[in-house]
């Protein structure tokens, strides 16, 4: 009983697209890259995944943001004015919890290993 619990709850956590919940994102402003930027926790609103947008200017990417989008504006790409200069911002888009961190793989695995604690070791313990 407690594993099919735990099964369902973990599946949910690294899984979010089964729509158990809503997405958990890090929010940062649109800002120069390489600015100092103590990323804010945040709760997507349904339909919205994880981003990571690069602003490019010939290559460079001069500014960057993290933060929730609707699934269908993760492909689009956009020019802006900044600093007299046009940036072309673009989005990669993800969606597990906290994948937009910058550092995915570590976060995800993280998640990994406790849904795989959570799942195995945690009901054996119990019982
Ligand atoms: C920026 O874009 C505008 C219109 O999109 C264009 O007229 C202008 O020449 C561009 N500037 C540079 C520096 O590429």
Redesign the pocket.
């Known amino acids: 009983m407690y594993r099919a619990v735990c099964v369902v709850l973990c599946a949910c956590l690294l899984l979010p697209a089964l729509r158990c919940e809503n997405l958990l994102c890090y929010y940062c402003p649109l800002q120069s890259n390489g600015e100092v930027c103590r990323p804010v926790l945040s709760e997507c609103p349904p339909q919205e995944v994880c981003s990571t947008a690069r602003g490019r200017n010939g290559g460079r990417v001069v500014l960057s943001q993290q933060s929730c989008l609707a699934k269908h504006e993760c492909h689009l790409e956009y020019?802006i004015?900044y600093k007299?200069?046009?940036v072309t911002v673009s989005h990669s888009c993800c969606d597990w919890h906290y994948c937009n961190s910058g550092s995915r793989i570590t976060v995800h695995s993280a998640l990994f290993a406790l849904a795989v604690a959570t799942t195995i070791i945690l009901p054996a313990w119990a019982s």
Do not use: D, L, R
Request: aromatic letters at 0%; charged letters at 20%; zero cysteines.
């Open positions: 020019v004015k007299g200069t046009n």
